[in-house]
């Protein structure tokens, strides 16, 4: 069975940390992507990785970076945390074999930035 | 870029009722996903539309594909406490491209079934 793990469910960090949220998949997928989910926005597409080393800018890239050394994961790193990223950040993976594979998703870590 | 509108963005409602969400965008997609999320969960696959005008149904969920696949309707017949959930519409783009499958989501609609 498809399996998508996120390292914490719950993390609290204070403003100005560097924080690092992990993302392991089990599927020998090549996309992984990271979202972050608010009340009333959806999934917003943070950065995406269509491979090892190769990485794109989603729709709000700024203030966050990302790292795919190795095929199974893929890390969102905050670079300098601020109270607007307080939020649930959700990782997904996907088969890219076929137009219309659906992306499977971890259980999201909820981030609070005070 | 690519947008979905979902409507609503909550729906309480009491056990045994029927509703609809609807996903509409100006945009032409490939295929529409359905997901429904849980809390404490991540969004789960309930189903794909691919085909203008296709209906599938999932027990008591029916899904429609727009015919110019540009919109996308989930009902709910006879609502039970286990559907409480949010449901999120998915739009796949037009295969071509460097989209690397990435999806575009609406708002998502939080339904709350009452027993």
């Known amino acids: 069975d498809v399996k998508v793990t996120q390292s914490s469910r719950y993390l609290v960090k204070r403003t100005g940390e560097k924080v690092f949220l992990e993302c392991v998949q089990d599927?020998?997928?090549?996309?992984m992507f990271w979202y972050r989910q608010d009340p009333g926005l959806g999934l917003r597409l943070i950065y995406f990785?269509?491979?090892?080393?190769?990485?794109e800018k989603g729709d709000i890239p700024e203030g966050y970076s990302v790292s795919r050394e190795k095929k199974e994961r893929f890390s969102l790193i905050l670079e300098s945390a601020s109270t607007n990223q307080t939020s649930m950040y959700l990782c997904?993976?996907?088969?890219?074999?076929?137009?219309?594979?659906?992306?499977?998703f971890g259980d999201g870590t909820r981030l609070s930035i005070l | 870029t690519q947008l979905l509108e979902q409507s609503p963005q909550f729906l309480s409602i009491q056990e045994g009722e029927n509703l609809t969400v609807y996903c509409n965008s100006s945009?032409?997609?490939?295929?529409l996903q359905w997901y429904r999320q849980e809390p404490g969960e991540g969004p789960v696959l309930l189903v794909t539309?691919?085909?203008?005008?296709e209906v599938k149904k999932l027990k008591r969920l029916t899904f429609q594909f727009g015919d110019a696949r540009k919109d996308s309707s989930l009902h709910i017949t006879a609502a039970q406490p286990g559907d409480t959930g949010l449901y999120l519409c998915?739009?796949?783009?037009?295969?071509?491209?460097?989209?690397?499958?990435?999806?575009?989501f609406g708002q998502g609609t939080i339904l709350t079934v009452h027993p």
């Open positions: 997904a993976s996907r088969t890219p074999s076929v137009g219309n594979q659906p992306q499977h």
């Open positions: 599927m020998d997928h090549e996309n």
């Open positions: 990785s269509y491979d090892v080393k190769m990485k």
């Open positions: 945009s032409v997609f490939s295929s």
């Open positions: 539309v691919v085909t203008g005008g």
């Open positions: 998915a739009g796949v783009p037009r295969a071509g491209g460097t989209s690397y499958g990435k999806l575009t």
